[in-house]
């Protein structure tokens, strides 16, 4: 799907072995974005030029602290602006007038973590589990059109 500023995108599909509420993992085989975080790694004595870099992976001690952080805040700030449109709800039903202007509904993916572990070896006594290898945020893949307001590259408001 593409590569942003710290986090690459790919194609996959989410089957949960128990349907949540959520549209997430809803369904089988749900179409998702899988993201991972990565750094830039430029070739020795060159330039940080933009373009130039291959992607590199952090280790699994590094990479759950920023997954976990960032699904973190996914789920505040959807929790925040739930409780806001609650509010403003609330005070647009109990007002005699109606808002002089259009308020709009915005809303943050849904989005999850997915932890890959590997296999124990067939004949392997030990049924404990393994430690992740790899951890992946999981986000709900938008197919209709759509406004995207701030971004992480910049948290200025995209409004144009």
Known sequence: ?????????HPGFLTLLSAPE??????????????RPFYKKYPPGSSTNPINFSIGRYTISDELPKLFREANVLYWARSLLTFAYEYIDHCVANSSDTPPFHIPRLRFVEAGLALSHDHTQPGHKS???????????VEELITDDFIKYIHNMDCNPMLD
């Open 1 to 9: 799907l593409g590569v942003g500023g710290f986090k690459t995108a």
């Open 22 to 35: 959520i549209p997430l993992g809803s369904r089988p085989r749900q179409k998702v974005a899988v993201k």
């Open 127 to 137: 049924k404990s589990l393994t430690m992740p290898r790899a951890g992946y945020l």
